[in-house]
């Protein structure tokens, strides 16, 4: 399946104090060939986004995933309530999607 990957992840200076998530979502419902574009749009919608750094889109097994970086989104609730309303945006009519967060952890967890 395709995919692209931005990199490695901006590391922080030994003496910062922020916490970065490293948050994986996951879009499940919408089959590949059913929303060709959605790695573009994905990757061009959460590029706007930045308060984000995206580390990951891709599809893997019949799913959307999508794994970025941040600094306050612990639970990953946010990603993923963004993430939902990229695809309600970009993918109309496509109503039997559901999002999840597959897994939320620390940078220095990776």
């Given at each position: 399946m395709p995919s692209f990957d931005v990199g490695e992840t901006p590391r922080r200076s030994a003496s910062s104090l922020d916490t970065v998530f490293r948050v994986s979502v996951a879009c499940e419902g919408?089959?590949?060939?059913?929303?060709?574009?959605?790695?573009?749009?994905?990757?061009?919608e959460f590029a706007k986004r930045t308060w984000?750094?995206?580390?990951?889109c891709g599809w893997e097994g019949g799913a959307l995933i999508l794994v970025v970086d941040n600094d306050y989104?612990?639970?990953?609730?946010?990603?993923?309530?963004?993430?939902?309303?990229t695809v309600a945006a970009y993918a109309p009519g496509t109503s039997a999607y559901r999002v999840s967060v597959l897994s939320v952890v620390t940078t220095s967890d990776v």
């Open positions: 919408i089959p590949p060939n059913a929303w060709p574009d959605a790695l573009v749009d994905v990757g061009s984000h750094h995206i580390v990951h989104d612990k639970d990953g609730a946010a990603v993923a309530d963004e993430f939902s309303d």
